[in-house]
């Protein structure tokens, strides 16, 4: 029985030399001491041995027991090292490899523009309203005194989504003005900016979808004079304070008088260019006398109150700005342009 006993302890030792896992540890500890293991098994025929035998092989296996105890927990310790030591080879990280470059987005030209004007008009107290892109012809149309002859009313000119013609992609901001007069008492100071669609062919200064601002001004006493220092105060914050503005007389028939409003040319200061065909002047938005019909026919009375409108380019606002002289640039998307800015 000694003999096995120190038989055993030879072979778990070996055995235990070349386990790679716990889960070999664990199939070791369980054959070797475990209540089913070989140990066991040897003790299990203590009851054979003579009285002075008992002691000596008891004290045997329990040495032999601590032995193999011991050569586990010395291989536990050694296996977790060597798992440590692998992870730290594998996770290792090389800070000298470059890093992921990070695009940051920045804002698109019309944005800061907008911005820029958003800022300069709540400066003069205006609030900012809204409005729906799919529009009754009603407030797009009929409430701005436009003709049931007028050329935009034509399908070829005009996204329709009813084939009654009630309801269109709307082709202007004005019918925001119509929303905000139905909806609030003068004094009335508001822009609104947003997309208008029209059935036109892109080319260097079309795109079937394109943004205005719409301003209105609502107030007892106001006359054109008020219009001409509001759009000069903005023009001259955006394009410098010596850039000239010229009032051309216009029609539009939701206001009276009408004018559209001329910047001195970004690209040539006035002198004459390719840009500016020769005019020196390039357009920026249409503006004019709210029409007394369109007052009365949101609930204002035109005896009393008056007031101004417009409405902005603002794809051309940009192009001014910046001296862009093709407006499909700032569709296209492109990284080239879009980060000069
Ligand atoms: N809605 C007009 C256009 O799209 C511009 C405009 C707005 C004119 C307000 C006068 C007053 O051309």
Request: proline share 5%.
């Amino acid at each position: 029985m000694k003999e096995n006993l120190e038989q055993l302890r030879a072979m778990a030792l070996d055995a235990l030399n070349h386990a790679h896992s716990s889960a070999e540890l664990e199939s070791l500890r369980v054959k070797f001491l475990g209540k089913k293991g070989e140990i066991t098994a040897i003790l299990r025929q203590m009851g054979s041995l003579s009285e002075t035998e008992r002691p000596i092989i008891g004290q045997l296996a329990n040495e032999v027991r601590a032995v193999i105890e011991e050569a586990i927990a010395d291989k536990v310790r050694q296996l977790e090292a060597n798992n440590l030591s692998e992870r730290l080879i594998s996770e290792a990280l090389d800070v000298t490899i470059p890093g992921k470059e990070f695009l940051i987005g920045r804002r698109h030209p019309m944005t800061i523009v907008l911005d820029e004007a958003k800022d300069i008009f709540i400066g003069m107290g205006f609030n900012i309203a809204e409005g729906p892109e799919v529009e009754l012809s009603l407030y797009d149309f009929d409430k701005l005194n436009i003709p049931t002859t007028h050329p935009a009313r034509e399908w070829t000119d005009t996204f329709y989504i009813e084939a009654d013609e009630s309801v269109h992609l709307r082709c202007q901001t004005s019918p925001v003005q119509v929303r905000v007069m139905e909806n609030q008492k003068p004094p009335i100071r508001v822009i609104s900016p947003g997309r208008v669609y029209r059935k036109d062919e892109v080319d260097a200064s079309h795109s079937p979808m394109f943004h205005q601002i719409e301003g209105l001004v609502i107030d007892k006493g106001v006359t054109m004079a008020d219009l001409k220092g509001t759009l000069n105060l903005l023009v001259h914050k955006l394009y410098g304070d010596k850039t000239k503005t010229r009032f051309r007389p216009h029609h539009f028939p939701f206001t009276e008088p009408s004018c559209e409003v001329d910047v001195q040319c970004v690209v040539c200061g006035g002198s004459g260019c390719r840009t500016c065909k020769q005019s020196g002047w390039l357009e920026l938005l249409g503006a004019g006398v709210v029409h007394p019909k369109v007052l009365a026919g949101c609930g204002i009375d035109p005896e009393v109150y008056s007031g101004f409108a417009f409405g902005i380019g603002l794809e051309r606002m940009t192009m001014l700005r910046y001296g862009i002289d093709d407006m499909r640039l700032l569709f296209e998307n492109d990284l080239r342009f879009l980060s000069q800015f």
